[in-house]
């Protein structure tokens, strides 16, 4: 008896806490941007978004999208300051993430369903024929929107990205969010001191083998991850990515828009030959970009690189065919694809 009123009182605790953690989070790191409502398909959906910099003749807009894990501010603080020098450039949190609603759509966690909710954010903000950046699992988005609208479209970034299905499966704290009883008290009392552990070295690790930015946590908000809601939303995403993958990635080879493809080749977070450089392979007339000695975060590690591939592409400037590998100490070298 005196366990189970130990261990009661330990969830209680852990409940205040985390419930308190939360509600200072929201404080600490409110919205920085503006939202925008949605309709149709997507009705009640509401979107977070920052849009910086304006429209310009010659030059396509830009839109962000950000990985797993994460939000918008990480694009606030790598590439929405530059590139907002030379065009219109929109960040949105995806659906569940950050500041955006998750809403009622019953797949929202498919890639597809959240390009179309993005593009429908996007047309009513104006945004015509953007260049779309997507960063690791924001790269499965980016790649179903080439797909399904290409003619919306002026180009194409993956960036570390997700994009096929890999070998083994998940975490296994995402099944626990799943289980129904286990999952909402997991949520609401582990997240949060979990999160607060193991951030740091989850950090240093996404970024491996380059140093993170300083205090790189906290200026993007972290912590916002570990709300239960967002948290919840991370899973299902994270969890039921390979399916949907399995089934994106055949159709690949019909990407018709001009496509850079970035990486690292030391990203040991998303395999580089497993998903950029197969999705290279793939993509008729597509430039692969290979940073050596880079890994999963090149916005930031080598941010002046994925700049110019975006602002290349909303020039109008044609892909270079083939794979340019970019040496640490700023050797270029370029392989023509074959048959050129």
């Not at 910086?52 to 950000?66: F, K, M, Q, T, Y």
């Not at 991370?234 to 493809?261: F, M």
Request: overall charge positive.
């Amino acid at each position: 008896m005196a366990l189970l009123f130990f261990i009661a009182l330990l969830l209680a605790g852990l409940f205040l806490y985390s419930a308190w953690t939360a509600w200072r989070t929201a404080a600490l790191f409110p919205p920085s941007g503006e939202f925008v409502d949605l309709d149709g398909e997507f009705e009640g959906m509401r979107l977070h978004y920052v849009s910086r910099g304006e429209a310009r003749e010659g030059i396509a807009p830009v839109v962000l999208i950000h990985g797993a894990s994460g939000n918008l501010r990480d694009m606030e603080e790598s590439l929405v300051p530059e590139l907002a020098k030379h065009t219109r450039v929109v960040a949105f949190d995806r659906p569940g993430h950050g500041w955006s609603g998750r809403g009622r759509h019953p797949d929202i966690s498919n890639p597809a369903v959240q390009a179309r909710a993005i593009r429908a954010a996007a047309a009513k903000l104006g945004v015509e024929k953007p260049v779309v950046l997507g960063h690791s699992w924001g790269a499965s988005v980016a790649a179903a929107w080439a797909l399904d609208a290409p003619e919306t479209l002026s180009g194409l970034l993956p960036l570390a990205g997700a994009l096929y299905p890999w070998p083994g499966g998940v975490a296994w704290y995402h099944s626990v969010v799943r289980t129904p009883l286990a999952g909402a008290i997991f949520l609401r009392t582990l997240t949060v001191p979990g999160g607060k552990l193991l951030a740091e070295k989850g950090v240093a690790g996404n970024f491996h083998p380059n140093p993170a930015p300083d205090a790189y946590a906290e200026r993007i908000g972290l912590s916002l991850l570990f709300r239960p809601s967002h948290f919840r939303a991370n899973s299902e995403d994270t969890s039921n990515l390979k399916p949907y993958l399995a089934r994106q990635s055949a159709g690949y080879e019909r990407i018709s828009v001009p496509v850079i493809v970035v990486t690292g080749n030391a990203d040991y977070t998303v395999s580089p030959k497993l998903h950029s450089y197969a999705f290279h392979n793939a993509v008729h007339g597509s430039e692969l970009v290979k940073l050596k000695g880079t890994g999963h975060m090149p916005h930031h590690a080598r941010r002046d690189i994925v700049v110019d591939a975006v602002l290349r592409l909303a020039r109008g400037e044609r892909p270079r065919a083939g794979q340019v590998t970019i040496h640490e100490d700023g050797r270029v070298e370029f392989a023509p694809a074959a048959g050129r």
